[in-house]
């Protein structure tokens, strides 16, 4: 059984602050991985992948991998109150997109 | 290009009552995939298609749940007889590749099925 595993939150930050999602995996054969965003009542939306171990920007986000201890890590930077919805953390190996259950992020301004 | 399409947005329906949701794919996408999401699960993937076949219907949680995709613009999953527990928001989802290069998958807006 394949899983997914990411606190559900809610995690609060207030306003420009830094904010930092977690994900943990169970397969080892699992090759890339993925980030969703998911606004209350509306469907998900990629927002960063990353298939190699160590960090991956792009604008205000960071993707962290870490095969070794199978984990995965979103990093949200000067996080706006538009930002806040859940973040999906997803796993594809062989099989289609896994996903965790999910963490519900709000940022405070 | 008007994106994955799906069909009732809403749906409320007495328990024993069949329900059909009906989902249009981006077209050129070869891979269609069911989701059906809930607090307690979160997102599970039910069934998937390639090429209009069913590859993987695992998910599906019994025999109560069929889909079929008779052509590649158009996909059904029909739920009979629907139960209090089916309840939750199922998605429709196509891809161009197997998950796509990078893993994006194009997703509908869902119909939200309320069994009572």
């Known amino acids: 059984q394949k899983e997914v595993e990411q606190n559900s939150g809610p995690l609060s930050v207030p306003e420009g602050a830094i904010a930092s999602l977690n994900c943990t995996y169970s397969?080892?054969?699992?090759?890339?991985f993925f980030w969703y965003r998911q606004y209350s009542g509306k469907s998900p939306e990629l927002i960063m992948f990353?298939?190699?171990?160590g960090d991956k920007e792009d604008g205000r986000f960071t993707a962290q991998l870490n095969k070794a201890s199978q984990y995965v890590s979103l990093l949200i930077r000067d996080s706006q109150p538009s930002d806040s919805a859940t973040y999906l953390c997803?796993?594809?190996?062989?099989?289609?997109?896994?996903f965790g259950k999910g963490t519900r992020l709000s940022v405070i301004a | 290009d008007a994106g994955v399409i799906q069909s009732p947005r809403h749906e409320v329906t007495e328990m024993g009552q069949e329900v059909t949701l009906r989902c249009k794919p981006i077209?050129?996408?070869?891979?269609l995939f069911w989701y059906r999401q809930t607090m307690m699960r979160g997102l599970e993937l039910l069934i998937y298609?390639?090429?209009?076949?069913?590859?993987?219907d695992s998910g599906m949680p019994e025999d109560r749940f069929s889909a079929k995709m008779p052509n590649a613009s158009f996909s059904t999953l029909k739920i009979q007889p629907s139960e209090p527990r089916d309840s939750a928001v199922y998605f429709c989802?196509?891809?161009?590749?197997?998950?796509?290069?990078?893993?994006?998958?194009?997703f509908g807006e869902g119909s939200r099925l309320t069994v009572l």
């Open positions: 989802a196509s891809s161009q590749t197997f998950g796509g290069v990078t893993g994006e998958l194009f």
């Open positions: 397969d080892r054969g699992s090759q890339s």
């Open positions: 990353i298939y190699s171990n």
């Open positions: 997803a796993v594809k190996g062989n099989t289609p997109l896994v």
């Open positions: 077209s050129g996408h070869d891979y």
């Open positions: 298609f390639n090429n209009n076949v069913p590859i993987d």
